[in-house]
């Protein structure tokens, strides 16, 4: 069956957004949306077409909870939120249960020398760790190794690391990876001056790409400390 | 209206750059139209409250891909809903278990054909519904705005499935040609 025919995709298109193509075909033609541009257009105009029927639908305040819980789902850590403070000064609220699992990770570590000087390792809120970040500053290397990165993956969004100096604004590391094997990098004499400034790190969610902005746009999701070995 | 849509751009597009707050703006202003429509197709308030939540969390993450050729900022917002809910509604088998609780939120669902509260968007559509004959008119409203299958539509209507299925593609051919002009 030629699913492109003009008049037959027109059909399946308002099936489609009608709901009353269903099962099979529907997931057949939700195939064919994904190859064919002008199935999605068809489906595209029959939604504009048939939509303003909800209009006429009475509005129901939905419960608070539904909010909250969209909320939770969308970060799950927002630490240094409705303190008052700005976000990157509440990286002091980092938990014991990470300072302890990061004390463990470090002891239990076969350390080779010439070992890392800092270390700031992140957790979720179940203190399982997602990314390890050290850093020499003699050398100015920076490694970014990630644990269970690929677990919080968000799609079409990317993880951004900040400095958090004691003075001043926080300052990009650039983006984090989710899979793989550690991330190296050099670092400038700037940025290493900032990074002996900075008592935290923090990441935060960005547009593909990073943040326009050159400071973080979107929520910030995890925090870290930074810990001298 | 079209002040509504540019708002609503606005906050849909501070959502696709991560902004919270703007997310929490563009919640409160569509999710009590939104989650009428849910109740509306599913008619349990739990299950309404979960396609909201899923529907939102969804926007949160794809606000990125709206685009103008998907129509209004609106319009797209509420297929995404209206997705949602219809494949919550047919994975949740038997439907009795709906049905059950259908009183529950009877009293807030319109009759089929009421369009008293009609938007600008809706004016265009409504016209052209009227142009349509009474059962034509009836399938099609019936199955978007609550979800019914051909069989449930057999049902509803007592009509076989052949006159059915004649009176939605009919009726939707009559819309297309009403709309154009």
């Known amino acids: ?229 | 209206m079209l002040n509504d849509h540019v708002e609503l751009q606005s906050l849909l597009q501070g959502t696709a750059r991560g902004d919270q707050d703007a997310f929490a703006a563009l919640y409160q202003a569509t999710s009590a139209r939104l989650f009428g429509v849910c109740l509306r197709i599913l008619r349990n308030r739990a299950a309404a409250e979960d396609v909201l939540q899923d529907a939102f969390v969804k926007i949160w993450h794809h606000a990125s891909e709206y685009h103008s050729e998907r129509g209004t900022v609106l319009t797209w917002l509420t297929t995404i809903v209206r997705y949602r809910a219809l494949d919550y509604l047919r994975r949740v088998k038997p439907e009795d278990e709906l049905d059950e609780q259908h009183e529950e939120v009877v009293s807030e669902r319109d009759g089929p054909f009421d369009w008293a509260v009609s938007g600008a968007e809706m004016e265009g559509l409504s016209l052209c519904l009227d142009e349509l004959n009474d059962s034509q008119r009836q399938v099609i409203v019936l199955s978007f705005l609550e979800g019914l299958t051909h069989p449930e539509l057999v049902k509803r209507v007592q009509s076989p499935l052949g006159t059915v299925k004649s009176w939605i593609r009919r009726g939707l051919q009559s819309l297309r040609r009403c709309l154009e002009r």
């Open chain 1, 1 to 229: 069956m030629n699913y492109l025919q003009a008049e037959l995709l027109e059909h399946l298109a308002a099936g489609y957004v009608l709901g009353t193509l269903q099962g099979r075909a529907r997931l057949r033609f939700e195939r064919v949306m994904m190859d064919s541009y002008k199935a999605r257009q068809a489906v595209w105009a029959w939604e504009q077409r048939l939509t303003p029927m909800a209009d006429t639908v009475s509005p129901v305040t939905p419960p608070g909870r539904v909010w909250r819980n969209i909320e939770r789902r969308i970060a799950p850590t927002l630490p240094a939120r409705g303190l008052g403070l700005p976000w990157w000064r509440g990286w002091s609220l980092f938990s014991t249960a990470c300072l302890i699992l990061l004390v463990a990770l470090v002891v239990l570590r076969p350390v080779q020398p010439p070992g890392p000087d800092q270390i700031a390792l992140f957790s979720n809120e179940k203190a399982q760790p997602l990314w390890l970040v050290s850093g020499n500053l003699e050398s100015g290397r920076l490694s970014i190794k990630p644990i269970n990165a690929e677990a919080v993956r968000v799609d079409n969004k990317a993880f951004e690391l900040w400095m958090l100096p004691a003075s001043g604004q926080p300052r990009s590391l650039g983006l984090l990876p989710v899979s793989g094997s550690a991330q190296e990098q050099i670092l400038s004499p700037q940025l290493l001056a900032i990074l002996q400034d900075s008592a935290g790190l923090a990441i935060s969610l960005e547009p593909e790409g990073g943040s326009p902005t050159g400071l973080p746009t979107g929520p910030v999701l995890y925090q870290a400390a930074i810990v001298e070995l």
